[in-house]
């Protein structure tokens, strides 16, 4: 059995890129956030990938994948909006059903569910600056084929 998450990621990183704007400005889409990089940002990272079934012609795996979307205001002003916004756009983008899963056939894979796992949110003031960070969990059942 391969492994189907460095391209459910590539999928969503290829998707999400110069897809999703807050104020005009596209939300930059990283595999790795680079150390100059400004608010807002989303990171997208594998998590896991289980065996949950198989038959006597393939396997099928559980692929999780984590979005990350991170904004950021001085400590008196924003709020969590932003990155409910930029939630909202994300899961349009890759909360999707069959006719919209990633296309993984050149790989060797086929899609064959999508669902999201919930969302997360949290608020981190710090002396600079307030965080607002949502995590987003996709998880996608992977067919060998």
Do not use: H, W
Not at 39 to 64: G, H, K, L, M, R
Not at 104 to 118: A, E, H, Q, R, W
């Amino acid at each position: 059995m391969n492994e189907a998450l460095q391209f459910i990621r590539k999928a969503i990183l290829t998707r999400l890129t110069n897809a999703i704007t807050i104020d005009g400005s596209y939300v930059p889409i990283y595999n790795r956030v680079p150390s100059d990089a400004s608010e807002p940002y989303i990171q997208v990272f594998s998590v896991s990938n289980n065996e949950s079934d198989f038959n006597a012609t393939s396997f099928i795996s559980e692929c999780v994948t984590r979005l990350e979307v991170v904004t950021a205001f001085d400590s008196d002003s924003g709020g969590e909006l932003q990155s409910n916004q930029i939630v909202s756009s994300i899961l349009n983008l890759v909360r999707t059903r069959a006719n919209g899963y990633y296309d993984l056939s050149s790989d060797g894979f086929n899609v064959i569910t999508c669902t999201n796992n919930g969302v997360t949110y949290f608020e981190d003031d710090l002396e600079d600056k307030t965080y607002f960070r949502a995590i987003v969990e996709i998880s996608n059942k992977i067919e060998k084929i």
